[in-house]
């Protein structure tokens, strides 16, 4: 999609749509608005009045306009009360624009931006969001479709209309870096939609390959000699009942930084995940290919950060494999001796994306990091325990969780901390290992948090449980049902945000 910027007026402009961004509080209509609405005999006004239109968020109206004025129709959005307008609500209030506009079958819209009132001291933030929704809301999935020509409707140019050439420079700044991130979700969901047929662990190795041609980007993959020859036995043992052998991808961005901090980002890569012996149940384990939606996530963080040049050292750990059944497949029962030398029972096999992620939270240790985010499609607790809304965070640093929760919040994947208190450690105790890698029927969001954090002792560490915000059930105003592609804004953040750890 071709996104422009332009100073100008919306009275002159002659756009296929125009779109006007209105708060529910309204009460008269003014400048460029109330133009047309002259020119369309007080149309707009009459419809605000008689509340036939009320700008709730996302709410629409479109309007012909019979050639009184340049522009063919015009689209009345609305944002909701003004008091309580945020960036993700001018987030969704851009998607919902981009949605319904190619779904008429228009190719160009313009956006009136003045219309939503940005404030000065936030404009390139907001800018920023109404790229991101705009394009995220019009993401597609249809590589396994025979797609209609009723399917094929595209947009093809958003037009942002400032009428302060001072706003230039802020505002193009922003529709790069929302290109940038937006693109980023979408690679990142299209991994995480796609069978798990087409995304093997060799395959996802691949795909972390054809990154590493992005400026700044190294790449290594670690096969099955090297895991024995460095004592990966989580990998190597959730492994080991599949015909698919194990990856383990290790991207490195901007290695030769100079005082800046080494932020390391762990993502569980289970490419399938059936429960191995520990069989999960047949309904909706076709959404166990998205297993791998943290891996996926880390991916696109570091597809983001590199094209938008960001400074700091990042390296990306993910630990790839299936967990199957077979009779070669680990039992219920069997020890696990990982690469930190620690051992672990494994009294259930469905609990393996703990067990792949102790290897790569141990091998973290080697870069000496300043901070470790793992993000996993851990545990259906958490997805009790929060619904979708939000992630589980968990960790053992308190101004590092303070600095994730202010990444999500500003781009609205958020978090809510759990406790990790020593109570919950007593649950994974074993009387034949170091650990056992369930913690009993109850909190088992917090005592796979606990098992990871025997792993992350060394460095400041958080935890993100994505069980339940990495897929959609519904469309929404930006997302669809499917993959979220959740994290990848909020790592972005994160560092965009960095400043050196103390």
Known sequence: MNINIKIGTAEKESAEMLVFYLYEDLKTVEGALAFCDNALNNTITELIKKKEFVAKLNKTITLPTYGKIPAKRIMLAGLGKKKDVTPDKVRQAAGTTATITRDMGIGEVTGVIDSINIPDSSSKEWYQAYIEGFLLALYKFQKYKNVSSEEQKELKELTLLLSKKEAFKSANEAVRHGQIIADAVCFTRDLINTPAQDKTPAILAE????????????????????????????????????????????????????????????????????????????????????????????????????????????VGLIPCTENMPSGSAIKPGDIIRFHSGKTAEVANTDAEGRLILADA?????????????????????????????????????????????????????????????DDYQEQIKSDIADIKNIGGPHAGAITAACFLSRFAEKYPWVHLDIAGTSWCEKNNAYLQKGASGVGVRLLVQLVQNWIRFP
């Open 361 to 421: 939270l141990g091998f973290a240790e080697k870069y000496k990091p300043s901070a470790v985010i793992d993000l996993a499609t851990l545990t259906g607790s958490c997805v009790v325990a929060l619904g979708t809304a939000a992630s589980g965070m968990m960790g053992n640093n308190e101004e590092l969780k303070k600095r994730v929760k202010t990444a999500g919040e500003k781009t609205w994947e958020r978090v809510w901390e759990l406790p990790l208190w």
């Open 207 to 314: 795909t972390a390959k054809k990154l590493a041609k992005e400026p700044g980007i190294l790449c290594k993959i670690l096969s099955s000699p090297e895991l024995k020859k460095l004592g990966m036995g989580g990998i190597l043992g959730v492994s080991q009942g599949s015909a698919q052998p194990p990856k383990f991808i290790i991207l490195e961005y901007n290695g030769r930084a100079k005082n800046q901090d080494t932020i390391v980002f762990v993502g569980k890569g289970l490419t399938f995940d059936s429960g191995g012996i520990c069989l999960k149940q047949a309904k909706d384990m076709d959404q166990m290919k998205s297993d791998m939606s943290g891996g996926a996530a880390v991916l696109g963080a570091i597809k983001a950060i590199s094209k938008m040049k960001l400074p700091q050292h990042i």
